[in-house]
């Protein structure tokens, strides 16, 4: 195969785009994609603060990356989740990365800030360690941009996270985060940050190639406990179709955004008022992050120091 733009020998194949590209055009295709989508959805402009949301594996690696080579200055933020070995090989990925491109990198240790590590909340909560995992992430990556002046988080979804939340949201109709399924979600309460996904129209794939190519070190492992985990099922079954069928996965997301996603914000939004504990949008009195917490301390020492920033 030859790169579509130079004609010299090209590094990666694109089956979906009917193309393929020599090293420095993938390179330049990649960013050119995050630019489009940063610019399509008015995910941020040059004068926003911008903090990603960074795991240390390749998609938010990768973002980081993009965004910095973009000459965005974008801050880092790690979530320390305590899940044994790979946490660990995350946090130190994460920093290594941080450290080498001089980027400010703000760590949360959950066991020190909130008295648990997810293995420890899945156990006093009796539900499985991504229900109290991702309820942390999601109020945490908001509050600690909103306390620290940030404009928008951005995380490093891809087009096959994207694909497979999209089946999951449509197998069980659940019309709610269906409406709110987006690459870009506003802010749309003073409590809240805007949530943006500038590598939504890339695959796993096409992210992998570009760490590989740009020498970028990233934690290869899952996290263990996605094993056995919905949207690896459903990423499988669209990566199947996608094997006979390229471009699949793409009609799919992009129909729902231009098709489907239109016919939804009709729906009336669900009206949110201020926890009466830590102040955070929610539908209840209290928002499911407090009462998660205090569950949670009713079985732990207190919390300690606060978050770490390097850089
Ligand atoms: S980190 Fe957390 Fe994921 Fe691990 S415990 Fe589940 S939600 S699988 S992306
Ligand atoms: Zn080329
Ligand atoms: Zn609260």
Known sequence: ?????????????LRRHNSAFCSPHYLDFVATQMARNVKRHRMFGPQDRVLVAVSGGKDSLALWDLLLEAGYPASGLHLRLGIGDYSLRSAQTTRAFADDRGAQLIEFDLESEMG???PKLSN????????GCGLNKRYLFNKIAL??????????????????????????????????QSPALAASHPGLVKKVKPLYTLTEREMASYCLLKG???????????????????????????????GSK????????????????????????????????????????????????????????????RG
Not at 6 to 13: F, G, L, M, P, S
Not at 217 to 246: F, H, W
Request: charged share 25%; with cysteine; glycine share 6%.
């Open 1 to 13: 195969m030859r790169c579509l733009k130079c004609r010299q020998k090209a590094a990666v194949e």
């Open 116 to 118: 648990f590590t997810v």
């Open 124 to 131: 006093i909560l009796k539900r499985p360690p991504c229900s």
């Open 147 to 180: 306390d620290r002046g940030f404009d928008v988080v951005a995380t490093g979804h891809n087009l096959d996270d994207e694909a497979a939340t999209l089946m999951g949201n449509v197998l069980h109709w659940q019309t709610d985060p269906l409406r709110r």
């Open 216 to 246: 970028i070190d990233y934690v290869m492992e899952e996290c263990p406990n996605a094993t056995g985990a919905r949207s690896i099922l459903y990423k499988d079954a669209l990566n199947r179709i996608e094997a006979q069928s390229p």
């Open 250 to 309: 793409q009609q799919f997301f992009q129909g729902f955004l231009d098709r489907l996603k239109p016919l939804l914000q009709g729906e009336a939004a669900v009206e949110l008022r201020e926890c009466a504990l830590c102040g955070q949008p929610t539908t209840g009195e209290t928002c499911a992050f407090c009462r998660m917490r205090e569950r949670a301390e009713k079985h732990s020492p207190k919390p300690g120091t606060t978050s770490k920033v």
